[in-house]
């Protein structure tokens, strides 16, 4: 069973910037993706970013110019860059593994932009 571990939420005034991370129990060769989700109150989980094994990357357009996916090998760890952030921002973040048969998520970190 894959668990991945994330970390780095917090409550952040709107401009700041907060960096998730998100751990893997395998290595993250294993996956033909690593995303980050996100969902608000009330509202259906969606797409933040992707990144494929080949270190393609693709993101919602509410967050293009704004947020970052990397990932560090060395260190197994896949990255939210997250900057300029909005009181919109706000929501549960989810990290996401996909597997050739299976897909993977997270627990969650909750994310809060607010004056």
């Known amino acids: 069973q894959v668990q991945l571990v994330e970390s780095g939420g917090g409550l952040v005034q709107p401009g700041g910037s907060l960096r998730l991370s998100c751990a893997p129990s395998g290595s993250i060769f294993n996956f033909r993706t690593m995303s980050w989700y996100r969902q608000a109150p009330g509202k259906e989980r969606e797409l933040v970013a992707r990144i494929t094994s080949g270190g393609s990357t693709n993101y919602a357009d509410s967050v293009k110019g704004r947020f970052t996916i990397s990932s560090d090998n060395a260190k197994n760890t896949v990255y939210l860059q997250m900057s300029s952030l909005k009181p919109e921002d706000t929501a549960v973040y989810y990290c996401?593994?996909?597997?050739?048969?299976?897909?993977?998520w997270g627990p969650g970190t909750q994310v809060t932009v607010s004056s």
């Open positions: 996401n593994a996909a597997l050739l048969s299976s897909t993977h």
